[in-house]
């Protein structure tokens, strides 16, 4: 799409996400299966026809890059581009020093590249999102800044920055991460929050981006320090998520922050639920990631046992061997052996389980090893002694490890 530039924000810890995230960035940790969280914002900026996008790395990123590598590599088209740039230290001997620091160290990139509009978008929620209807939104408004937004649960709203409009949907209030959010008129269960997307004129993210930069009080954060700062004098407005149409998606409006290991889990869960609101399957709107050489998934019945699967994703490369997966997500290349249940869990990838183990409600990260007879996630309090639990009750075995040899 001539005249757009996508700046995509990669380089977050993910420190809520431990230990998912003790040894990649937050983007980089696998989703339902066959995915990274990256892969969501790539393939709404793919899918829209922008095809001229940076991303932005920063803590962690070997495992990003190299997904980036294999997967989402441009070739031979004029003009194209997903480019991974790492943080270079372009203004001084500093990493980033937040969000719109981030943009403005690497704004010879976007200059080069002449656009009109600039698209800075987040790259750890899971969404779909047709970027043409927001970018036809932002010019008929007029707009210098254009947010996209969704109503959540007041209690929730804390954890975003929240919005005040007008009735023409004009910016008229900010506040981030508000320990009291103000609510929607007339609604006051809600309140209406950033999703982290913007879409710039380039000019205003040029002007207002330096004059951040010279601001010795500013943490240079977009939540924090630029939108409060450009609303009171700029046309900023706000984008509707919910009035955004994807071909053939019976849902309108899901959008997830996967900050924490509960959410995370949570929305694992969604999408093996009997009436999905976030389908993977959408031949108008595929989601494209990096597959690597693996033959189909094989189920094998043994003497004393018979694969049992109900409710479940199961990845290439995977072998269930006369075991049980209920309500469970296994990533590439995992090896569940007989007489074991694994009952609303995630394995990421190249998980082996032994026999008769019994695993519930857990998060197992990549090339983790359980020996047979091991039971994982009916006692959470004895659990707690030996692995993360999360606050919902999630037990999370961290990569690499060997529990019970």
């Known amino acids: 799409m001539a005249g757009v530039l996508a700046m995509i924000l ?23 299966g066959s995915y990274r969280l990256i892969d969501f914002v790539l393939n709404n900026f793919v899918n829209s026809d922008i095809i001229r996008i940076f991303v932005l790395t920063q803590f962690k990123s070997q495992s990003l ?13 004029p003009g194209c581009f997903i480019d991974p740039i790492p943080a270079q230290m372009r203004m001084g001997k500093r990493w980033y020093d937040g969000t719109a620091d981030a943009i ?55 954890s975003f920055g929240v919005i005040e409009v007008d009735e023409d949907w004009k910016m008229i209030g900010f506040e981030e991460k508000p320990k009291n959010p103000k609510h929607i008129p007339g609604d006051p269960e809600y309140a209406l929050v ?17 004059l951040d930069s010279i601001n010795q009080d500013s943490s240079h954060d977009f939540g924090c320090d630029v939108i409060p700062a450009i609303y009171p004098k700029r046309p900023v407005y706000v984008y509707n998520f919910l009035e955004n149409n994807i071909p053939n998606e019976k849902t309108k409006g899901y959008w997830r922050d996967v900050g924490s290991i ?19 399957h959408n031949s108008s709107w595929p989601l494209h990631t990096y597959y690597p050489p693996l033959p189909p998934a094989n189920f094998i019945n043994t003497k004393t046992s018979k694969c049992n699967i109900t409710e479940s994703m199961i990845s290439a490369g995977c072998e269930i061997l006369g075991a049980t997966i209920n309500h469970s997500i296994l990533g590439f290349n995992c090896r569940v052996d007989e007489g074991t249940e ?3 869990s995630v394995l990421l990838g190249d998980v082996y389980i032994g026999e008769n183990c019994k695993i519930s409600k857990a998060i197992i990260d990549k090339h983790v090893k359980i020996a047979p007879g091991t039971v994982i996630g009916e006692n959470p309090e004895q659990d707690r002694n030996f692995y993360t639990v999360s606050e919902g009750g999630v037990v999370v075995i961290p990569k690499g490890a060997k529990i019970g040899y």
């Open 10 to 32: 990669a380089g977050g810890e993910g420190t809520r996400l431990q230990p998912l995230t003790v040894t990649r960035s937050k983007p980089a940790v696998p989703f339902a």
């Open 65 to 77: 890059y190299m997904h980036m590598k294999k997967g989402w590599t441009v070739n031979g088209i």
């Open 104 to 158: 403005y160290q690497n704004m010879s990139f976007i200059k080069f590249n002449s656009p009109d509009q600039v698209c800075v978008f987040g790259s750890d929620h899971v969404y779909k999102m047709d970027i043409r209807q927001m970018l036809e939104y932002h010019k008929s408004k007029k707009a210098d800044l254009t947010v996209s937004a969704i109503k959540v649960p007041i209690k929730q709203a804390k």
């Open 194 to 210: 950033s999703m982290g997307n913007y879409i710039f004129e380039a000019n205003t993210l040029y002007e207002e981006l330096a």
């Open 262 to 280: 509960d959410m995370y889990w949570l929305t694992n869960m969604d999408l093996i639920a009997n009436d999905p609101k976030f389908i993977l």
């Open 342 to 344: 694994v009952t609303d």
